[in-house]
């Protein structure tokens, strides 16, 4: 045997004992669970976003777009935008949920705590998005234990696959180390821009989705969470009470100052909406699937299939189709095996 081939034999050997004795973290994504440290990648896109590890943070999500992002407070006081993960799966459609079992994933605002992580979660890990909040038990909605969590598999929660969800554990988990008492989950139909507004002018649910905007625009004003109440059913945000008044949910809503910068956008967005509206053909309107799904009864394996808006490269179970490790694996068996043959 050549000096080269022996020293190319203990590479390969050297490799292959390596990936026999890899423990849990030692490499190649494997998982660390409830404790795993922030990504160092991650660690330095803080850094450079002029935020700290246990600064405070936001997540927004957009079904349409299936994306979830992270914001993080700045030492200015305000978020900005620290990183966006693409959803795993979301099962229903677009729309509130409003009932137990109707396998719809909530939209709205709501506000996550330590103590809706799930470090036992036979998804990974999770957290409980907290419905239904004030808004949904004022509107008669009903359900409860809806999560963001891992596995890429839903039912009426927003699933992450498994390595996605351990940054987000440990991002939540950082925040409240640091002090944030709980983090606002803000979750969109789509992104609330007059485009997507237009699309969407026929959907039965469009005045709710304009509530939803006003919060939303307040925050893309503001970079700052918005203040959510609940009177007379429906969300207000940033209301300033004075004399020891609070606000109930089925009670009467106080007067809510809205700054120009608000009132402007507001306008604006409005009059480019109708401008696009007026132009798009029947088309171009966003069409309500057809699912339906009735409480209480058992869904087949293909209308389970049909409502999983899952992102490609995982299977029905949510299982990853690709295993970087077998694949890796794979490929020193087969190098080490052309050396032999080379050798011989």
């Given at each position: 045997?050549?000096?080269?081939?022996?020293?190319?034999?203990?590479?390969?050997?050297?490799?292959?004992?390596?990936?026999?004795?890899?423990?849990?973290?030692?490499?190649?994504?494997?998982?660390?669970?409830?404790?795993?440290?922030?990504?160092?990648?991650?660690?330095?896109?803080?850094?450079?976003?002029?935020?700290?590890?246990?600064?405070?943070?936001?997540?927004?999500?957009?079904?349409?777009?299936?994306?979830?992002?992270?914001?993080?407070?700045?030492?200015?006081?305000?978020?900005?935008?620290?990183?966006?993960?693409?959803?795993?799966?979301?099962?229903?459609?677009?729309?509130?949920?409003?009932?137990?079992?109707?396998?719809?994933?909530?939209?709205g605002f709501y506000n996550i705590g330590p103590g809706s992580l799930n470090p036992e979660s036979s998804y990974h890990l999770a957290f409980d998005i907290g419905y239904p909040n004030a808004y949904d038990k004022a509107n008669g909605f009903t359900g409860q234990h809806l999560m963001v969590h891992g596995s890429c598999n839903s039912s009426g929660c927003y699933a992450m696959d498994d390595k996605q969800v351990e940054e987000l554990y440990a991002l939540a988990r950082h925040a409240f180390q640091g002090g944030q008492r709980a983090f606002q989950f803000q979750a969109m139909p789509f992104r609330m821009t007059p485009q997507?507004?237009?699309?969407?002018?026929?959907?039965?649910?469009?005045?709710?989705?304009?509530?939803?905007?006003?919060?939303?625009?307040?925050?893309?004003?503001?970079?700052?969470?918005?203040?959510?109440?609940?009177?007379?059913?429906?969300?207000?945000?940033?209301?300033?009470?004075?004399?020891?008044?609070?606000?109930?949910?089925?009670?009467?809503?106080?007067?809510?100052?809205?700054?120009?910068?608000?009132?402007?956008?507001r306008q604006a967005d409005e009059a480019l909406e109708k401008q696009i509206a007026a132009t798009m053909t029947p088309e171009q309107f966003a069409?309500?699937?057809?699912?339906?799904?009735?409480?209480?009864?058992?869904?087949?394996?293909?209308?389970?299939?049909?409502?999983?808006?899952r992102r490609a490269g995982f299977d029905r179970d949510g299982k990853p189709l690709n295993n970087a490790r077998t694949s890796m694996f794979k490929n020193l068996l087969q190098k080490r095996d052309a050396a032999e043959r080379e050798r011989d």
């Open positions: 045997m050549t000096i080269r081939r022996a020293v190319a034999m203990a590479v390969l050997t050297s490799g292959l004992l390596a990936l026999s004795a890899c423990q849990k973290g030692a490499g190649f994504e494997d998982l660390l669970g409830p404790n795993a440290p922030l990504p160092p990648s991650l660690v330095k896109m803080i850094k450079a976003g002029e935020m700290g590890e246990n600064s405070p943070i936001l997540l927004r999500l957009y079904k349409e777009e299936s994306e979830l992002e992270v914001w993080k407070q700045k030492t200015d006081g305000t978020f900005a935008l620290l990183k966006t993960y693409p959803i795993c799966a979301w099962s229903g459609k677009l729309g509130p949920k409003k009932a137990e079992g109707d396998r719809q994933a909530p939209e997507n507004m237009a699309r969407h002018s026929n959907s039965e649910h469009y005045a709710f989705w304009k509530m939803l905007k006003e919060g939303s625009d307040r925050f893309d004003l503001t970079h700052k969470p918005v203040e959510v109440g609940v009177c007379e059913k429906r969300y207000v945000f940033d209301a300033q009470l004075s004399d020891g008044r609070t606000l109930t949910p089925t009670g009467e809503c106080p007067a809510v100052a809205e700054p120009a910068e608000l009132i402007a956008k069409v309500v699937p057809s699912l339906i799904y009735k409480t209480g009864q058992p869904i087949s394996a293909e209308a389970y299939a049909a409502e999983q808006h």
